[in-house]
């Protein structure tokens, strides 16, 4: 590898782009340093605070599962079949990162609403999506399914059909053909989308906040202590926020550098 | 240890985005090796693959030992498929891979280490088992894909240019290794290549593919002396193709005998085998030739086939030797048929296989 600044223009790129490295660590190590660990301590001993971070983690959770069960053979399908409209389910499963996330609650909140037609039917069997756990998982699996469909597809496309074909002749149903060969190839992609499904949904706050405002997820429950109390009272739960996603994604990109040493 | 089946194709089209199978039939019978020749692009792969029942045909159908296993899944036909670059499971080890097939069919652990050695033991990969796939060469890992198809003592083995990706001695030596195997197991076995001389090497009889139609099938043999087109005639090209005993000579050469005539060659090999000479390698003239080539026969003109600035003059020494010369040659030494000539070629020019 050349040195970094071996010529001007080369010296000049790495100023321009430290400067946006600057801006994204910057904010994130004032926050985490301003608050003392005792006050850390006290945050999350705070039980509004913890029951908030755990039902995000838990809501996100679910979303990503809902998402691993629909979408892992969606992707597979969008790696293995070429079919007239396949760019419009592509488009569509990448519409979610494309719209505004407050907006897409609002589209959300006119099919799941009370008075909407899923609403309702939902709220014949007693599960109700307005401000409740369900609304969040909704808003959360909406917002950031992309994610994991895309890297599970990426993932399918890289096993090489032939592998398939190949375990067929020895006796494998598509089934077993799946289980045994296409998926355990593909299954880095797939944790690595899933991890990043994940971290995205429990970041969500725009989506989730016209949905279910109560019970509060980290984010609203920080944006409420935010308008209310001031920034004195909001840092200490950014605080906590930014390190449990940091490492989250610290676990991921480990997952993937798993991923590039193996290829 | 294998079974072995009779295929026979019926009235085959399969119709594919960029590949084409044009009413193909054939009659394998039970136990022969049927080597398909063609150029690169003419459905050959297409062709192995509906057979094994990966592509559904537009029309026609398949019959395995007499059965119909047209609308068969390929999980349930009992075919072996072996691929070009082997397509070795990455994520199991030799042993994994082998044992795949054997896994599926419930099989005691006991039971399924006991094939998965001896069938090692019989392509010499015994020594690979606990390995990845990712660290062998290229050889090791056909017969990994060999071992792995073979375990499960398929009807039918499906070999789709199994030898292309090897360097030119792994290949020799794995094609001889098909021929043992197929002697050793009797595998019913169809081999696709577009090497004439693998072909010739290995096939109990070629069929000659071109454009998704089978152009023509016969011995290997009569492949080169009649080929029965233009097509074939080009692909093949002119050569001088012998079938004879190989045996030590002096001097360090080996001799090859065939209708009487003893002919010097370099090589290690022995026993019944096929050497060919390229016709350009075979020098022609009027008075006998004081030369460094080791092999100089006495022969009369038998043919003269003009292809305009170039000359095929076919010589009978007996066996026909046909060798290529400019037109201009041709009218200088004043050849025609009938003439007595001379021959010589360097035992260097005789390629055994």
Request: charged share 20%; net charge positive; glycine share 8%.
């Amino acid at each position: 590898m050349k040195p970094l600044f071996a010529d001007k223009m080369r010296t000049i790129f790495a100023i321009l782009g430290s400067l946006l490295i600057l801006f994204i660590a910057w904010p994130l190590l004032r926050t985490v340093t301003a608050s003392s660990p005792v006050l850390l301590w006290q945050t999350l001993l705070d039980e509004e605070v913890r029951d908030s971070i755990l039902l995000t983690f838990y809501a996100s959770l679910v979303a990503t599962g809902l998402a691993f069960i629909c979408g892992v053979p969606l992707a597979y399908l969008l790696a293995r079949l070429d079919f007239p409209g396949k760019w419009l389910i592509e488009g569509i499963i990448d519409v979610p990162i494309v719209v505004p996330h407050s907006a897409a609650g609002i589209a959300l909140l006119m099919v799941f609403g009370r008075r909407a037609l899923l609403g309702r039917a939902f709220g014949l069997l007693g599960v109700k999506f307005v401000s409740a756990t369900p609304g969040i998982v909704a808003a959360m699996l909406f917002v950031s399914l992309s994610f994991l469909v895309n890297a599970a597809r990426e993932g399918f496309e890289a096993v090489d059909p032939r592998l398939e074909r190949v375990a067929r002749t020895l006796g494998a149903s598509p089934w077993r053909t799946f289980w045994r060969v296409s998926f355990p190839l593909a299954w880095r992609s797939i944790l690595s989308g899933a991890i990043m499904m994940w971290a995205r949904g429990l970041s969500e706050f725009g989506a989730v906040v016209i949905l279910a405002y109560h019970p509060m997820v980290a984010p609203v429950l920080l944006y409420e202590r935010f308008e209310s109390f001031g920034l004195r009272y909001a840092r200490p739960v950014a605080t906590l926020m930014i390190l449990i996603c940091l490492a989250v994604f610290v676990a991921l990109r480990m997952v993937a550098g798993r991923k590039g040493a193996r290829g | 240890m294998s079974g072995s089946g009779s295929v026979q194709v019926r009235d085959l089209w399969v119709d594919l985005k960029e590949f084409h199978l044009r009413q193909i039939n054939l009659e394998i019978a039970a136990g022969e090796y049927f080597v398909i020749l063609g150029p690169t692009g003419a459905g050959k792969t297409v062709f192995l693959e509906t057979i094994a029942g990966l592509h559904q045909p537009h029309q026609g159908h398949i019959l395995l030992n007499g059965a119909d296993v047209t609308d068969v899944p390929p999980e349930r036909r009992g075919i072996g498929f072996v691929y070009q670059d082997y397509a070795l499971f990455p994520h199991l080890s030799v042993a994994g891979n082998i044992a795949f097939g054997l896994k599926l069919r419930r099989m005691g652990r006991k039971a399924v280490e006991e094939r998965v050695a001896a069938i090692s033991r019989l392509l010499s990969i015994d020594h690979l088992l606990h390995r990845m796939p990712g660290t062998l060469s290229g050889g090791e890992q056909q017969r990994v894909a060999l071992a792995r198809a073979l375990v499960v003592e398929p009807w039918l083995l499906l070999l789709d240019e199994p030898l292309s990706a090897l360097d030119p001695e792994t290949r020799e030596g794995l094609q001889r290794e098909l021929a043992r195997l197929h002697q050793a197991l009797g595998t019913t076995t169809i081999h696709v290549t577009h090497d004439f001389e693998e072909a010739v090497a290995l096939g109990d009889r070629i069929g000659v593919v071109n454009e998704g139609r089978v152009v023509q099938v016969g011995s290997p043999e009569e492949i080169f002396r009649k080929p029965g087109s233009e097509f074939v005639a080009r692909f093949v090209g002119v050569r001088n193709i012998f079938r004879g005993e190989i045996h030590p000579g002096e001097d360090g050469y080996r001799v090859l005998s065939l209708d009487g005539v003893k002919i010097a060659v370099v090589t290690d090999l022995v026993g019944q085998m096929h050497a060919s000479i390229r016709p350009e390698d075979i020098i022609i003239s009027r008075e006998p030739l004081r030369s460094s080539a080791r092999n100089c026969f006495q022969g009369r003109i038998v043919n003269i086939a003009n292809k305009g600035t170039v000359v095929y003059v076919t010589v009978r020494v007996p066996p026909d030797f046909t060798c290529v010369i400019t037109r201009r040659s041709l009218e200088e030494m004043e050849l025609r048929e009938g003439l007595e000539v001379y021959i010589a070629f360097k035992a260097s020019a005789v390629h055994i296989f």
